[in-house]
T-cell receptor, first 112, second 113 residues
Framework: GNSVTQMEGPVTLSEEAFLTINCTYT??????LFWYVQYPGEGLQLLLK?????DKGSNKGFEATYRKETTSFHLEKGSVQVSDSAVYFC???????????FGKGTRLHILP | GAGVSQSPSNKVTEKGKDVELRCDPI?????LYWYRQSLGQGLEFLIY????????KSGLPSDRFSAERTGGSVSTLTIQRTQQEDSAVYLC???????????FGSGTRLTVV
């Protein structure tokens, strides 16, 4: 079945460091891919998405590129801030199946 | 409403009791989803409603779990004879159609003691 695998956390970085959170997926078709973020005490929010191969989703300085050849959708940010501390979820949705399948989440701590 | 509203925000119940969790989706959103978020388990899909179609119940973990959606709007998730392993945050989300991401509610934190 469809699944999402993302790097286990927690990930701890210093402010202004470069961030990569790896995400790979398994799907039978051509899914849409998402990154969701959950800030402390808040609900999940859509961070960015990509709907086809080679698309790049971006928001708030974060980027992720849909790589069909490696079935990956790694999240990157060039310079993280303390306010980026949160749990990040990689997710996919098959075109024929409306429910979104989430990874287990990666907790990110940014130290000042 | 402006967002997805869930109630109660917190629920503590005794093992063996039944609980009902409510979700009020965004007005006009035809799709409604329930997920469960447990520590270390990520988000687990439970059930999905789309318009008047039969719900996708493939994620419900046991027959103690059920959900309904009345009038295509409000949804209630019911857990019968609660067990300690049911303790989790139950999240509801709604979506306008297949091409949009979800909007999540803040969740109901259920603790079974």
């Amino acid at each position: 079945g469809n699944s999402v695998t993302q790097m286990e956390g927690p990930v701890t970085l210093s402010e202004e460091a470069f961030l990569t959170i790896n995400c790979t997926y398994t799907a039978t078709g051509y899914p849409s891919l998402f990154w969701y973020v959950q800030y402390p005490g808040e609900g999940l929010q859509l961070l960015l998405k990509a709907t086809k191969a080679d698309d790049k989703g971006s928001n708030k300085g974060f980027e992720a590129t849909y790589r069909k050849e490696t079935t990956s959708f790694h999240l990157e940010k060039g310079s993280v801030q303390v306010s980026d501390s949160a749990v990040y979820f990689c997710a996919l949705r098959e075109n024929r199946d409306d429910k979104i399948i989430f990874g287990k989440g990666t907790r990110l701590h940014i130290l000042p | 409403g402006a967002g997805v509203s869930q109630s109660p925000s917190n629920k503590v119940t005794e093992k063996g009791k039944d609980v009902e969790l409510r979700c009020d989706p965004i007005s006009g959103h035809t799709a409604l989803y329930w997920y469960r978020q447990s520590l270390g388990q990520g988000l687990e899909f439970l059930i999905y409603f789309q318009g008047n179609s039969a719900p996708d119940k493939s994620g419900l973990p046991s027959d103690r779990f059920s959900a309904e959606r009345t009038g295509g709007s409000v949804s209630t998730l019911t857990i019968q004879r609660t067990q300690q392993e049911d303790s989790a945050v139950y999240l509801c989300a709604s979506s306008r159609d297949n091409n949009y991401g979800y909007t999540f509610g803040s969740g109901t934190r259920l603790t079974v003691v």
